[in-house]
């Protein structure tokens, strides 16, 4: 397992060099480990400048392979001090490209170039007033007061020679800047919609300062994306895990176009799908796509793997793992007709040329593994954190550095129809971390009715696009009520459904209480087995989305 250059990586302890055509103007960010480091990478993909974020610790020469404009490092939740504390070659402050440091990277910057950093008396969390002291390039056409979003427990109490002080609060400098060698630096986050003039700081940074072209677009992304598949796959052929959802269904058609019908779509039945999913996913990806799709219904394999499992991880890596074989199964007999038919092609050693495509995206890269930093593995998505070390094929991840409403709006570009593309999220793992505790196939059946009215009600007040995602779990708690006039034991389900722009965070939707009302109606009626409903108001954080 090796990684090269092509954006193709099975060792998920490493990270591919670049996975964007180097043609465009990039802005590289340096992950300290701060949750909010995706933030930054939205906000300039905003500008229309694509932006990629890279652990603190790569080396130089991968940082200046994506040949960037600029550089941004991030905020973290260490001290400089600490033993442990994220660290990047300190060379990268001396490469002469325009530099931005965001709190702990304020800090970075600081310590490593002769200042000193120390705990301050009155830590700073939330919101606070910024006094913009010195009009710098950074600066420019900012008020002179700003309301920021602070988080911070260490501060700057000596500038590093060279360094002015540009900005401040009552108990602490927020911003510092020497401009002659291109760096600059605020205590306080921009990135962030509580920081009020956030978006032009760092447009000042990227578009002004590091001069940054704005032609990173979805046609753009599209070309390069084509192109670099084509050359990665040359005369191979590829298979791609597709689910139906937004991301599989984007990454396939993108595929499509780079290697026509080289591109088979096996879609799996791990026996946790919604009600009556097999059948219509079939047929729209065939019939509104165009793809050429093979349907396994697989099942009976994934509920004997679940059997007796309650662990949400152990859920995860058994599907991951299963999913992969299913692959692997149906790869090897693509690829034994083709040798039939005397095109397959192989490799300098002699096998099969075969790939896996896959919809990945970041939020499931972030939450899943430290792949682009020291941030805390959240959850194993099950096609991360959950594939199998030794897996045959080789993977092409090209959504695997954008968030779900930038997939969206590349499908649009690629002609995709909005029934597809406005589609809700719906875990890889499917219904098995919506089933708490074991999975089995009777609950498998109640979840399936119950989701079912979840979703037809959401459709039927007009709200399906509205909220992110809506969804109904099971729990593994029964409860007595009264049906009929006779005393019942059932279970208890629950209703989800929020609000959220990348998945990342996420608010609790208030659905009207009238829709409520129907829908817990609806389900202690109509699905026998369930005889409660309670509605999930828990946000992200400090919850997730998905209750395993």
């Known amino acids: ?134 009009q710098t390039k950074l600066f420019a056409g900012l008020p002179a007061k700003l309301d920021v979003w602070m988080s911070h427990g260490d501060s700057v109490a000596e500038l590093a020679p060279g360094f002015t002080l540009t900005a401040q609060t009552d108990h602490a400098p927020a911003g510092i800047a020497d401009e002659k060698r291109g760096i600059w630096a605020v205590q306080f986050h921009p990135e962030v919609h509580h920081t009020k003039n956030g978006t032009e700081l760092l447009r000042n940074f990227v578009l002004n300062i590091c001069g940054a072209k704005a032609d990173w677009t979805p046609e753009h992304f599209i070309q390069s994306t084509v192109e670099r598949i084509r050359k990665q796959v040359g005369k191979g052929y590829a298979i791609c895990g597709l689910s139906g959802g937004v991301d599989s269904s984007v990454a396939a058609v993108l595929v499509q176009r780079a290697i026509g019908d080289r591109l088979t779509c096996i879609f799996v039945n791990n026996g946790v799908l919604r009600k009556d999913e097999f059948t219509k996913v079939q047929a729209s990806m065939r019939d509104k796509l165009g793809l050429k799709v093979v349907a396994v219904d697989a099942s009976k394999r994934f509920l004997s793997r679940l059997a007796g499992i309650t662990d949400p991880e152990t859920k995860r890596k058994v599907i991951g793992r299963e999913f992969i074989s299913v692959f692997d199964d149906e790869a090897t007999r693509i690829l034994q007709e083709l040798e039939q038919q005397g095109v397959a092609q192989h490799d300098a050693a002699g096998h099969e040329i075969a790939w896996l495509v896959q919809g990945t995206l970041y939020p499931d890269v972030i939450e899943s593994s430290s792949v682009k930093g020291p941030s805390q593995t959240i959850k194993s998505h099950h096609n991360v954190g959950g594939l199998p070390e030794n897996m045959k094929l080789k993977l092409i991840e090209p959504l695997r550095d954008l968030f ?145």
């Not at 020469?61 to 404009?69: H, Q, S, V």
């Not at 919506?434 to 079912?452: K, N, S």
């Not at 409860?479 to 629950?494: I, L």
Request: glycine share 8%; proline share 7%; with cysteine.
């Open 1 to 134: 397992m090796s990684c090269g250059e092509c954006g193709i990586c099975i060792d998920f302890n490493c990270q591919p060099r670049y996975t964007v055509s180097v043609d465009s103007s990039t802005i590289v960010i340096l992950d300290f480990g701060a949750q909010y480091t995706q933030l930054i990478a939205r906000r300039i993909r905003e500008f229309n400048v694509f932006s990629v974020v890279v652990p603190c610790t790569a080396p130089l020469e991968d940082i200046l392979a994506y040949k960037p404009k600029g550089i941004i490092l991030s905020g973290g939740p260490s001290s400089v001090y600490d033993a442990d504390a994220p660290k990047a070659d300190p060379k990268v402050l001396e490469l002469g490209l325009p530099t931005l440091g965001i709190c702990y990277g304020m800090q970075f910057i600081t310590h490593h170039l002769g200042g000193k950093v120390v705990p301050t008396d009155k830590r700073e969390y939330g919101n606070a007033r910024v006094d913009v002291i010195a």
């Open 404 to 548: 779900k409403d930038e997939v969206r709006r590349i499908g649009r570009d690629l002609g995709m129809p909005d029934e597809i593309l406005e589609r809700q999220p719906f875990p890889g793992p499917g219904l098995a971390v919506r089933i708490l505790g074991e999975v089995t196939p009777d609950r498998v059946a109640l979840l399936q009715d119950a989701d079912d009215i979840v979703v037809t009600e959401i459709k039927r007040a007009g709200l399906y696009r509205e909220v992110w995602q809506s969804f109904a779990v099971l729990l593994p708690v029964k409860t007595v009520g009264v049906m009929g006039d006779q005393r019942t034991y059932a279970y208890t389900c629950a209703v989800r459904a929020v609000h959220s722009e990348d998945g990342m965070t996420a608010d609790w939707a208030p659905l009207p209480y009238e829709v409520l009302k129907t829908i817990s109606s609806r389900i202690v009626n109509e699905v026998p087995g369930i005889n409660r409903v309670v509605y999930d108001i828990t946000s992200k954080p400090p919850g997730t989305i998905e209750w395993e």
